[in-house]
């Protein structure tokens, strides 16, 4: 079940901010040596100087998910991302599409583990049931990107009728802290995959055994999941 993109995490910031002022406050939640620490982890920080280093490209990718309906460069120009340069203040659509490539997925995932760990066990202080810090593991179902590529990885729903869905959708699971509701934990993956395999190993399958990771890394805790998932 391969990752291709970030997605849960564009999508949780994409349903909870939506105005600059909001992007200020998030800027204020994320650490800066999260961002250093991704880059560094997996390879993407910046080695000769650029006018859109990797740390903007990460901030881009973030506000791409808030300003959907914006386009690339009006989003750089908004956030004024691109460092000054003396001889040449512009910069190319090109060089945006090459910069997000550059980044790649595994800088995002990595910092949306460390942002959703910190951020949960920030939060867990004092709201535990008997010692416990309480989770719910449940499922949904996004669309992505209509392409080729997406279509082969992803999968979409097909009809009784034999009509495929307009758009290829993707199976999501996610770990979400019960007293907060903030996300800890999630795997997704090809539409046609079962979230749990029932009724063999309730609470088991490719989804399910992917969030057990997360959830030893958590405080002694309790999760619960939907019979439906």
């Not at 990752?3 to 105005?19: A, K, N, Y």
């Not at 991704?38 to 881009?60: D, F, M, N």
């Not at 997925?105 to 939060?123: G, I």
């Not at 709201?127 to 392409?147: E, F, I, M, N, P």
């Amino acid at each position: 079940m391969g990752i291709r993109f970030p997605i849960l995490f564009l999508f949780v910031m994409s349903r909870t901010l939506g105005h600059s002022a909001e992007l200020s406050a998030l800027s204020q939640a994320i650490d800066p040596d999260w961002i250093a620490q991704a880059l560094a982890t997996t390879g993407k920080a910046s080695i000769r100087k650029r006018k859109l280093p990797a740390e903007q490209v990460v901030w881009l990718v973030i506000a791409l998910a808030l300003y959907r309906h914006q386009s690339i460069p009006e989003v750089v120009a908004h956030l004024d991302l691109v460092l000054p340069d003396e001889v040449n203040a512009d910069i190319a659509k090109s060089a945006l599409t090459q910069a997000r490539q550059r980044l790649g997925q595994a800088p995002l995932a990595q910092l949306f583990a460390m942002s959703a760990s910190c951020w949960d066990e920030r939060h867990q202080s004092g709201r535990a049931w008997r010692g416990l810090c309480r989770y719910a593991v449940d499922g949904s179902t996004l669309r992505t990107s209509d392409s080729p590529e997406n279509r082969a990885h992803f999968g979409a729903q097909a009809y009784a009728s034999g009509v495929v869905a307009s758009y290829p959708q993707l199976r999501l699971l996610t770990l979400t802290a019960l007293a907060t509701h903030l996300v800890r934990d999630a795997v997704f993956g090809a539409y046609g995959t079962a979230l749990c395999q029932k009724p063999a190993r309730p609470g088991s399958g490719p989804f399910a055994d992917g969030l057990r990771q997360g959830l030893l890394q958590c405080q002694p805790s309790l999760a619960i999941a939907d019979e439906g998932t």
